[in-house]
């Protein structure tokens, strides 16, 4: 699992140093979808320069922006859900 997600990010972010640590795994359900999320945290101060022909788009957001974003359907029902588990392990 570990090597698949390093050659993704890899791949899409032309980042070879990538170094995950798992974080946690849950099921999410919503009426349309079941998968099993495995969560994995990083930490990267280099720059991140995405392969255009994997990502067309995208942009950086900081803590505060997804917090104030939560609830408004900009995000995800699961990226919310990963996004309050994960500030909960890092403490923030």
Do not use: C, H
Request: hydrophobic share 40%; glycine share 2%.
């Amino acid at each position: 699992m570990l090597e698949a997600l390093q050659r993704e990010v890899f791949e899409e972010l032309n980042i070879s140093s990538f170094k995950p640590l798992f974080a946690f795994r849950y099921v999410f359900q919503s009426n349309i979808e079941k998968e099993l999320i495995n969560s994995f945290i990083t930490y990267y101060s280099d720059s991140i320069d995405p392969n255009p022909i994997e990502i067309s788009e995208g942009r950086f957001w900081s803590i505060k922006e997804i917090t104030e974003n939560i609830g408004r359907d900009v995000f995800t029902p699961n990226f919310e859900l990963e996004f309050q588990k994960l500030l909960e392990i890092m403490d923030l």
